[in-house]
């Protein structure tokens, strides 16, 4: 069969050989405690309970009326113990409620629903309801990107199992674990959006994940409208305008998305997620995620209930080398660096990756020789070259005409580089620094 691909990209070192081969066990420490984000994703939410509160396993304790915005849920049965800033993912702070385990392991989960009988609205009433939003990257609330304005026809829904981050084989395992769930998944969305045809794209270094997913869509009856293809093992293969440009050979055009050239992206986590909150009435409670990177002495594939702080695994559940020189939420290329391991997993948590000094690029900045390597791995055809020049300059209008906007801080540039220049890092900032600039603009209007 053969493998699709982009122009552009890289390919990092894959480093999936250390953890790929470990069945995805369930942990949860014997901290029992959870320290749950109000918002993961969407609008901000407001606190359901208050401190002192019993709490079910799937009751809702955070929500907001805005309609991108998802609700929260425990994810265990216990006590509110706090309501309070936390350090998440980042380097940041953002309220959480903290619950403490009970032992009794309550739930309060949904009735399930049987998505061949309701309605449109139905469906995406228990999207939203169960809390699900894109597990693969943004946290973008999943109702919303399946109910795209009228004028803008679904063709395909895109089943995203590249996991091209070096690192992670969360989707992998789930693919060997889960097949039929993500299929069923699928199966929804396609239903909710009406798309003629359901594709699960997968980086050809995991060929073997290829008849198992085969065998669930012809066992669960969609060969006619279900298919998985094979795209090229390569950096940044899972992004949306890389896996659409090599899959359906469409450009998602500069400020546009995926609707726009008729389909809809779903990383193959959130399927699952979808399937349950169907099937089991179970809102997007627990995650599923890679421990690894060579820092990691025990990498794992585990899932944990929402809220579980990455300290708490440590050393219970995997051990760590003494010489951890950096600690990253989600893979090296695309992940948060985070200054310590007191961070929770949230829902868009696909790992946590540990690395060593070797592994980590821990060197100075130094200067740009000019060579335009960084043009040629760019996945997208900017100039980055000429955008850090802009940026370096002060010149952010000149900057965006570059293309600064459309920067989906990959890394690639970062990555080929040989002055070392710290260009995505410099891009993320000169993105901010726009976005601060429109808000404020707008605030004081
Ligand atoms: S890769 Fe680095 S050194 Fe080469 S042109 Fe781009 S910024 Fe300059
Ligand atoms: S980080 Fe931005 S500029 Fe650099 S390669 Fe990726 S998309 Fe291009």
């Given at each position: 069969m053969r493998s699709f691909t982009f122009k552009g990209g890289i390919h990092p070192p894959e480093h999936k050989d250390l953890s790929e081969n470990y069945k995805i066990e369930k942990a949860f420490p014997s901290t029992k405690l959870v320290?749950?984000?109000?918002?993961?994703?969407?609008?901000?939410?407001?606190?359901?309970v208050k401190v002192g509160d019993l709490v079910s396993r799937g009751q809702k304790?955070?929500?907001?009326?805005?309609?991108?915005?998802?609700?929260?849920?425990?994810?265990?049965?216990?006590?509110?113990?706090?309501?309070?800033?936390?350090?998440?993912?980042?380097?940041?702070?953002?309220?959480?409620?903290?619950?403490?385990?009970?032992?009794?392991?309550?739930?309060?989960?949904?009735?399930?629903?049987?998505?061949?009988?309701?309605?449109?609205?139905?469906?995406?009433?228990?999207?939203?309801?169960?809390?699900?939003?894109?597990?693969?990257?943004?946290?973008?609330?999943?109702?919303?990107?399946?109910?795209?304005p009228k004028d803008k026809k679904i063709k395909y829904i895109l089943g995203n199992a590249a996991e091209c981050e070096p690192y992670l084989t969360i989707d992998y395992r789930?693919?060997?674990?889960?097949?039929?769930?993500?299929?069923?998944?699928?199966?929804?969305?396609?239903?909710?959006?009406?798309?003629?045809?359901?594709?699960?794209?997968?980086?050809?270094?995991?060929?073997?994940?290829?008849?198992?997913l085969q065998t669930a869509i012809e066992k669960l009856g969609y060969k006619d409208s279900m298919s998985v293809v094979l795209v090229k093992t390569k950096y940044p293969q899972g992004g949306e305008k890389s896996i659409v440009k090599a899959v359906l050979k469409k450009e998602i055009p500069a400020g546009k998305l995926p609707a726009d050239v008729g389909c809809v992206?779903?990383?193959?986590g959130t399927m699952c997620a979808i399937s349950e909150a169907f099937r089991e009435g179970k809102p997007l409670i627990d995650r599923a995620?890679?421990?690894?990177?060579?820092?990691?002495?025990?990498?794992?594939?585990?899932?944990?209930?929402?809220?579980?702080?990455?300290?708490?695994?440590?050393?219970?559940?995997i051990t760590l080398d003494k010489n951890v020189k950096k600690i990253i939420s989600g893979g090296p290329m695309m992940g948060f660096s985070c200054a310590?391991?007191?961070?929770?997993?949230?829902?868009?948590?696909?790992?946590?990756?540990?690395?060593?000094?070797?592994?980590?690029?821990?060197?100075?900045?130094?200067?740009?020789?000019?060579?335009?390597?960084?043009?040629?791995?760019?996945?997208?055809?900017?100039?980055?070259?000429?955008?850090?020049?802009?940026?370096?300059?002060?010149?952010?209008?000149?900057?965006?005409?570059?293309?600064?906007?459309?920067?989906?801080?990959?890394?690639?540039?970062?990555?080929?580089?040989?002055?070392?220049?710290?260009?995505?890092?410099r891009f993320r900032m000169g993105k901010q620094t726009v976005r601060n600039l429109m808000q404020n603009k707008t605030g004081s209007k």
């Open positions: 320290s749950i984000p109000v918002t993961q994703g969407g609008a901000p939410n407001q606190p359901l304790i955070a929500q907001s009326d805005a309609f991108m915005s998802a609700p929260v849920h425990s994810s265990i049965s216990g006590v509110v113990k706090k309501i309070e800033m936390r350090p998440v993912a980042g380097n940041m702070d953002s309220l959480c409620i903290v619950i403490e385990d009970d032992g009794s392991d309550r739930t309060d989960f949904m009735e399930p629903l049987n998505p061949e009988n309701c309605t449109k609205e139905e469906a995406l009433a228990r999207i939203r309801e169960a809390g699900i939003v894109g597990m693969g990257g943004a946290a973008f609330p999943t109702h919303v990107k399946l109910n795209p789930t693919i060997l674990e889960s097949s039929e769930k993500i299929i069923d998944g699928l199966f929804i969305e396609m239903k909710i959006t009406e798309a003629e045809q359901g594709i699960i794209v997968l980086e050809d270094n995991k060929k073997n994940c290829l008849p198992i992206i779903s990383n193959i995620l890679t421990l690894s990177g060579g820092a990691c002495q025990t990498q794992k594939n585990v899932v944990v209930p929402i809220g579980t702080l990455i300290s708490d695994l440590i050393p219970e559940v310590n391991t007191s961070f929770p997993v949230v829902k868009n948590t696909s790992g946590v990756t540990f690395l060593t000094e070797k592994e980590a690029d821990l060197n100075p900045e130094g200067i740009c020789i000019g060579c335009g390597r960084c043009v040629k791995a760019c996945p997208i055809r900017l100039t980055p070259v000429m955008m850090i020049r802009e940026l370096k300059a002060n010149n952010i209008e000149s900057a965006k005409k570059y293309g600064l906007m459309d920067c989906i801080e990959c890394g690639c540039c970062s990555y080929v580089c040989p002055g070392n220049v710290k260009l995505v890092q």
